[in-house]
């Protein structure tokens, strides 16, 4: 690797080439490139270009034979990249074939192009994601049985309060991280065909004296991109774009989680918790004897800037004025991929979280156990704690961990029963209320 580029010399949760491969500026152009051969395909199929064209064009769209760097200096004279992108593209097509440049790019804009190609990287970022996060749910639901049944304290506005049980908390982590990965498997990454002004116009004359029609092409182009179809242009329309950084949002906020619990509870005066030791991980360029927990610091860096880069959205898709807006749109790209980069950087740490998990009964027992503490005044109630945390927060076969779906609520009670008074934990005289 050499020259000048970005690399994540100050992002390193995302310094990654797997993050890179699907989110970098040649999976960009991948991705654009690809939306322009699946288009010239459905326009030969159609009738509307050459026989032959779109094997023409499809061998025109070698990723690599673009100059990322060129195009993106390129790009400032249209405002965005697409244009000079395409330049490129019908000069190769040219000099392969040049009755093949009608199917290139004929009735389409280039927001058509962008919107459908960042809808495309984003759906393979998140096929990523989710294969990712297959793993973590998985190792939080053995995690959470493994330590069923081992004690800690609870703590309520920084303070011991009752006894807890460290499997209990691996529950909550998991029903986190399942319900935000349920928000990105029920979405959809829609199509973009509109037109100059979104108004079909060019593709109306472009079927016009044929059985197809605009939303006929606009469905096939769909089809085989893998998106979903539209009942209409959303040029100025972003709630699927907000809806997918909210989903990533949601994501991180999950990951977060976990990561700030694990921040806290592997403090040296804490101790209950620790990440793994790896050559070259948690070093220190003062302080040799420190073992800091990277992990959980990366992933944490991640979830405090993605609420902003998800809000972000929302004000972009809030100035979408006229039919196409001047610079909302454009402020869409780099928010949308820093999402994109930062949760899929921060989910291989995340899947580490259950094996640097390793929690210690006997710190968490002594924790608990401490005097003066609200905790221990009344040592015969863990056993409760045991028994639900095992047949509640991970029951079989109801809990299916491999995949996202949520196990049951650890502590919730079946219809119409009611809590037993000898089930309800009495607080002791020595331990004053806390609200």
């Not at 249209?78 to 790019?105: E, Y």
């Not at 998800?310 to 869409?332: C, I, K, M, Y």
């Not at 930062?342 to 005097?371: D, Y």
């Not at 095992?390 to 299916?400: F, I, L, Q």
């Amino acid at each position: 690797m050499s020259g000048d580029g970005d690399f994540g010399l100050l992002s390193p949760v995302s310094a990654s080439p797997a993050v890179v491969a699907l989110t970098g500026d040649r999976a960009v152009i991948a991705a654009i490139l690809d939306v322009e051969a699946a288009w010239a395909s459905v326009l030969e199929e159609a009738g509307f270009a050459p026989a032959g064209s779109a094997a023409v064009v499809t061998e025109a769209t070698e990723s690599w034979a673009y100059d990322a760097a060129s195009i993106a200096e390129r790009a400032q004279g249209g405002a965005n990249p697409v244009i000079p992108l395409l330049a490129d593209l019908r000069g190769r097509v040219k000099g392969l074939d040049a009755s093949a440049l009608a199917a290139v790019h004929t009735s389409l804009t280039s927001q058509d192009v962008l919107d459908s190609a960042l809808m495309l990287l984003a759906h393979r970022v998140v096929s990523a994601l989710l294969a990712e996060v297959k793993g973590t749910t998985t190792a939080l639901a053995g995690l959470a049985e493994q330590h069923a049944d081992t004690l800690c304290v609870g703590r309520s506005l920084t303070q011991h309060a009752l006894p807890f049980t460290f499997g209990l908390k691996a529950a909550q982590w998991f029903h986190g991280v399942a319900a935000a990965a349920r928000r990105l498997e029920a979405l959809e990454f829609p199509v973009q065909f509109g037109g100059a002004s979104g108004t079909l116009a060019a593709g109306t004359v472009l079927a016009e004296g044929s059985s197809s029609s605009p939303f006929i092409l606009a469905d096939a182009l769909a089809g085989k991109l893998g998106l979903a179809p539209v009942p209409a242009p959303w040029h100025t329309n972003r709630l699927a774009v907000t809806g997918l950084g909210d989903a990533l949002a949601s994501l991180t906020d999950s990951f977060g989680k976990i990561a700030s619990d694990l921040l806290f509870l592997s403090r040296p005066e804490v101790a209950e918790l620790g990440e793994p030791l790896a050559a070259g991980r948690g070093v220190s360029s003062a302080m040799p004897q420190k073992q800091n927990p990277v992990l959980s610091v990366l992933i944490r860096s991640a979830a405090l800037q993605a609420p902003g880069l998800a809000a972000q959205l929302h004000v972009a898709a809030t100035n979408f004025n006229d039919e196409r807006p001047d610079g909302a749109w454009h402020s869409e790209w780099p928010a949308l991929r820093g999402l994109l980069r930062l949760t899929l950087g921060a989910a291989p740490s995340c899947a580490s979280s259950p094996k640097a998990s390793a929690s210690s009964p006997r710190r968490c027992a002594a924790t608990w156990k401490s005097p003066g503490r609200c905790s221990s005044a009344k040592p015969s109630h863990p056993p409760l704690l045991r028994s639900s945390a095992r047949t509640g927060a991970m029951r079989r076969p109801s809990c299916r961990p491999s995949s996202t779906r949520p196990c049951r609520h650890p502590q919730r009670s079946k219809p119409g029963s009611t809590p037993s008074s000898s089930a309800r934990p009495s607080r002791p005289a020595s331990c004053p209320t806390r609200n």
